[in-house]
């Protein structure tokens, strides 16, 4: 056994089921039976499009889970063109290579603003709301009062919601509006995150609108009561913190 593969077949165990193992395993034999070798050749059957989209997608899992920086200019460029499948596990292999929050801020804003289609883009928000610096904020929330697609704008919604920043607030509280449920939902969600106690009347209302059921475990009045919840929750927290005068 290669030390390639030794190291490769090392990243199973970071996986949190039983299932993912098993897929992280089928990945791994399919890689190894193609021949990949080596972080070079795994970049090299990640970019040839004459390989199948299973081989490549099994490829950016693996330089995710291998973090290794020679993969990341080659998944920044899946991420902004690529079809659905491959853009969206460049993606997720992204979020552990860009973890600092300041690699790739340019490139996945770009993405953002013009990626060839609109995963590519709701992909780029995906990242920069997980990996993104303060930068970012300015676009998304531009994107988030776009006409792009609800897709494009709920994952905008979403990822100012995992950066927390209350300054976003006024935007999101009037996506609370939007035509989409998507959209809706996803500013909630960013609501709650974010903690800003005058978004409470705005979720109060939605909470009690129409029922609008997006699956079977989401719905845009349920986020809207999960959201109340986590900021009277943020306000219990804050209140009860010992007062602190300055000496």
Same mark, same amino acid.
């Given at each position: 056994?290669?030390?390639?593969?030794?190291?490769?077949?090392?990243?199973?165990?970071?996986?949190?089921?039983?299932?993912?193992?098993?897929?992280?395993?089928?990945?791994?034999?399919?890689?190894?039976?193609?021949?990949?070798?080596?972080?070079?050749?795994?970049?090299?059957?990640?970019?040839?499009?004459?390989?199948?989209?299973?081989?490549?997608?099994?490829?950016?899992?693996?330089?995710?889970?291998?973090?290794?920086?020679?993969?990341?200019?080659?998944?920044?460029?899946?991420?902004?063109?690529?079809?659905?499948?491959?853009?969206?596990?460049?993606?997720?292999?992204?979020?552990?290579?860009?973890?600092?929050?300041?690699?790739?801020?340019?490139?996945?804003?770009?993405?953002?603003?013009?990626?060839?289609?609109?995963?590519? !883009?709701? $992909?780029? #928000? /995906?990242? +920069? *709301?997980?990996? =993104?610096?303060?930068?970012? %904020? &300015?676009? @998304?929330?531009?994107?988030?009062?776009?006409?792009?697609?609800?897709?494009?704008?709920?994952?905008?919604?979403?990822?100012?919601?995992?950066?927390?920043?209350?300054?976003?607030?006024?935007?999101?509280?009037?996506?609370?509006?939007?035509?989409?449920?998507?959209? !809706?939902? $996803?500013? #909630? /969600?960013? +609501? *709650?995150?974010? =903690?800003?106690?005058?978004? %409470? &009347?705005? @979720?109060?209302?939605?909470?009690?609108?129409?029922?609008?059921?997006?699956?079977?475990?989401?719905?845009?009045?349920?986020?809207?009561?999960?959201?109340?919840?986590?900021?009277?929750?943020?306000?219990?927290?804050?209140?009860?913190?010992?007062?602190?005068?300055?000496?």
């Amino acid at each position: 056994m290669t030390n390639f593969e030794t190291v490769l077949r090392g990243t199973i165990s970071k996986s949190a089921t039983k299932a993912q193992q098993r897929e992280a395993t089928a990945d791994i034999e399919l890689l190894l039976r193609e021949g990949v070798s080596s972080v070079r050749s795994l970049i090299d059957s990640v970019q040839n499009s004459k390989l199948k989209p299973d081989l490549r997608s099994a490829g950016c899992w693996a330089l995710g889970r291998l973090k290794d920086p020679h993969g990341v200019p080659v998944l920044l460029s899946l991420l902004e063109r690529a079809g659905p499948q491959l853009s969206w596990e460049a993606a997720k292999s992204l979020v552990p290579l860009l973890s600092d929050r300041k690699k790739g801020t340019r490139k996945l804003k770009q993405a953002l603003s013009h990626g060839h289609g609109s995963h590519n !883009r709701a $992909a780029a #928000a /995906y990242v +920069l *709301g997980l990996t =993104g610096n303060q930068s970012s %904020i &300015g676009l @998304l929330v531009e994107v988030l009062g776009s006409s792009d697609t609800s897709e494009v704008r709920s994952h905008a919604a979403e990822a100012l919601g995992n950066m927390g920043d209350s300054s976003t607030s006024n935007a999101l509280i009037f996506a609370l509006g939007d035509l989409s449920p998507k959209v !809706r939902l $996803a500013a #909630a /969600y960013a +609501l *709650g995150e974010a =903690g800003d106690e005058r978004a %409470i &009347g705005p @979720l109060k209302r939605l909470a009690s609108a129409k029922l609008t059921q997006l699956s079977k475990y989401a719905s845009v009045r349920t986020e809207a009561k999960k959201a109340i919840k986590r900021i009277q929750q943020r306000r219990s927290v804050r209140m009860s913190l010992p007062n602190r005068s300055r000496v």
